[in-house]
């Protein structure tokens, strides 16, 4: 059996970290960037996150009416935000609508805000309705590994006022659990500790969820046959996520 060594420090890095007011970006390193619509080549995601959701909007929205918005943020331009939003708007608009610099998703190269094109967009509270291409988007974000980050009846949880224009990747299967289990990322550690849960995938193999403890030394841990993904979870801990082909 294969053993793969874990440092402590990994668990700020991976798709399924949580970024939030209470959870701030720990991982220094910024992400391999590109952008995933060659049209807008300034909106940049990380490499992975950017390639679903290049895929996503090609299968959901082939003749382009859906655009990028804002993807990945510097510390700078995150601040930057923050400090125009508190000008123009006030505080309670900024708490509801923009993350704390250091704590916003857009740090990690794996959130995107998406608008349907025209002419005028906003940009911090872009337009994403629920029909139409945007409705057919959303239908088939999580097949592609996205979750709409930010629901009305989560805003106790994340601290978020409803976004339906960001997007964040977290990878499937984890986009369909969440999904399925109407969960945000906050509830989705408890959930998979507590069920260890399995997904069925389209392509006939079956992705199983199990959350491990970061102890506070460097751990050696065994991996089953087939593959693994490990992701941190940014708080204490990581996912260890195992493909296999049903017999
Ligand atoms: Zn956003």
């Given amino acids: 059996m294969r053993t793969v060594t874990l440092h402590p420090d990994q668990i700020y890095t991976g798709p399924l970290i949580l970024v939030n007011a209470r959870h701030p970006l720990r991982d220094p390193v910024q992400p391999y960037l590109v952008p995933p619509d060659s049209r807008y080549p300034q909106i940049t995601m990380e490499r992975q996150a950017a390639r679903l959701l290049s895929a996503a909007l090609q299968a959901a929205d082939p003749d382009g009416a859906i655009v990028p918005v804002s993807g990945w943020r510097s510390q700078a331009q995150q601040q930057a935000i923050w400090d125009d939003t508190l000008k123009t708007e006030g505080e309670v608009f900024t708490r509801q609508y923009v993350a704390l610099p250091g704590c916003s998703e857009h740090q990690t190269g794996l959130a995107m805000d998406l608008a349907l094109a025209a002419p005028e967009i906003d940009f911090i509270r872009p337009h994403f309705p629920q029909d139409g291409v945007c409705g057919l988007f959303r239908q088939l974000a999580a097949r592609y590994g996205f979750v709409q980050r930010y629901r009305r009846h989560k805003e106790p949880l994340t601290g978020i006022a409803e976004e339906p224009w960001h997007f964040r990747y977290v990878g499937v299967p984890h986009a369909r659990l969440m999904e399925e289990n109407d969960l945000c990322l906050e509830e989705y550690r408890d959930f998979v500790r507590g069920n260890r849960p399995v997904c069925r995938l ?46």
């Fill in 202 to 247: 389209e392509n006939g193999q079956t992705a199983q969820v199990t959350y491990l403890l970061c102890p506070q030394e460097p751990w050696d841990i065994p991996l089953p046959d087939g593959r693994c993904q490990i992701s941190g979870d940014n708080v204490a801990g990581f996912f260890l996520t195992v493909w296999r082909d049903i017999p």
